[in-house]
């Protein structure tokens, strides 16, 4: 089992950029697959990024967040520049025990308790 514990979440204005962290409890990190998910006020929550293989990105994110995971310390971050107001949400981080890098919610089965980004205009 795994513990998760997203931070760096803060209010931030357009265009700028911000990196959160994603801190994982035990021994195995490095065989769990990893993502950030976010989640709007009144949506669902939706794919961002995932670490590892292709390393896919949401078509939204592409070129302007980036995610890296540090095994050694147990942490995965996202950095996030030329922020937008769109980009407002919960964002989440969730490791997968059965899958590497997915889009897909249902493949996780570890989730943090996330972190607020707000992008103000």
């Known amino acids: 089992q795994v513990q998760l514990v997203e931070s760096g979440g803060r209010l931030v204005q357009v265009g700028d950029s911000l990196r959160l962290s994603c801190a994982a409890s035990g021994r195995t990190f490095s065989l769990y697959g990893m993502g950030w998910f976010r989640q709007a006020p009144g949506k669902e929550r939706e794919f961002v990024a995932a670490s590892g293989g292709t390393t896919p990105y949401a078509d939204s994110v592409k070129g302007r967040f980036t995610v890296s995971r540090d095994n050694a310390k147990n942490t995965m971050y996202l950095q996030m520049n030329s922020l937008k107001p769109e980009d407002t949400a919960v964002y989440y981080c969730?490791?997968?025990?059965?899958?590497?890098?997915?889009?897909?919610?249902?493949?996780?089965?570890?989730w943090g308790q996330g972190t607020q980004v707000t992008v103000s205009s």
């Open positions: 969730a490791a997968s025990a059965r899958y590497g890098a997915s889009s897909s919610l249902s493949d996780y089965d570890y």
